[in-house]
């Protein structure tokens, strides 16, 4: 009796010491890319890692089948259903600033409808990938239920330079997220190559025109 008594002791003291499990079933994408010519591919998970605290892991894979170049000035979680409370917390990554809604820093994503939270930089040193980490006052529910924005700079459009995309990504049902292009000012929005002819060449080619057509006109009076 006295062993049995013990072992449950023992077993008990493994328990109490063994962290607890979080209900909050993993919310992520893997790799979920936009559709068209710019592709932009983005994985991310958020998760409770205990009470009130949780961990977003954020990462932009390629833009464009490349994984050089681009960088992210600005992450927010947006939309859900009765997503209310306060978000506060640190982060992994220096020189970032929290803030709730699309307020501060955070104005880089301010035309995507129901930012609730945001983590964002000022200036050009921005990331590719990171792990943030928050509490969240709320229901756990309510926060299963947000999707992910951010703001991508520096994506490469060859001899006319770079420019910015706002990306949101859907993981709600699942990790079967989509991800589209909710603005960019990417000329063309969806990243083909136009070329436009300067006036010497459109010149050129009129000339070379004039001169068939006068080649043909004198073949006919020819004939």
Known sequence: ??????????????????????AFAAESVSNSCTSGSRQICISFALTNTGGTNYSLTYTVNSVNGSNAGYFVTAIGLFGGTNVTGTFTGGTSQPGWAFSNGSTGNCSDLSNISGIVFCDAINGNSGIQSATFTFSYSGTEAALSTVDVASHIQGISQGARGTCSAKVTTDAQGGTNGTTSVASSDCTGGGGGTTTTPEPASILLLGTGLAGLGGYVRRK????
């Open 1 to 22: 009796m006295f062993r049995r008594l013990s072992q449950a002791a023992v077993a008990a003291s493994v328990l109490a010491l063994a962290p607890m499990s979080s």
């Open 220 to 223: 006919r009076q020819a004939a």
